[in-house]
């Protein structure tokens, strides 16, 4: 039987809703979408490269308090408001991303906090 364990860091926001910021399932965390937003929870101005970065480095912090590192990711989700986004968001993911796991991105109508981009993965432990 596998068991389950949240993940939490104060280097990463705070959730915004009933939900985890990672779950860890042996041996795969789970790391439910991060936007760009501050520890403090102050939303992350910039551009839309800027904004990419910050959403891994949340990404970074919660995977090392999980034990685990960037290097481990396997599957990425990017979440876009606008698919004209996709160029500059590349230039933040390719800039904070060490390796090129699978990874998927999709345009959406709107995200929470009316931000741009949203990222989520699954990476091992």
Do not use: W
Not at 38 to 43: A, E, I, S, T, Y
């Amino acid at each position: 039987m596998v068991s389950i364990s949240p993940v939490y860091t104060e280097e990463a926001c705070a959730p915004i809703g009933p939900y985890s910021q990672a779950i860890q399932a042996p041996p795969f965390l789970f790391i439910s979408g991060q936007i760009p937003i501050n520890p403090n929870g102050v939303l992350f101005e910039g551009t839309i490269t800027e904004k990419t970065v910050k959403c891994l480095q949340n990404i970074q912090a919660i995977l090392s308090a999980a034990g685990t590192s960037m290097e481990k990711i396997v599957k990425v989700t990017v979440f876009l408001t606008s698919m004209e986004n996709f160029a500059a968001m590349n230039q933040g993911y390719d800039q904070a991303m060490p390796h090129k796991p699978a990874r998927s991105c999709v345009a959406v109508k709107e995200l929470p906090k009316g931000v741009p981009v949203e990222i989520e993965c699954i990476a091992i432990l």
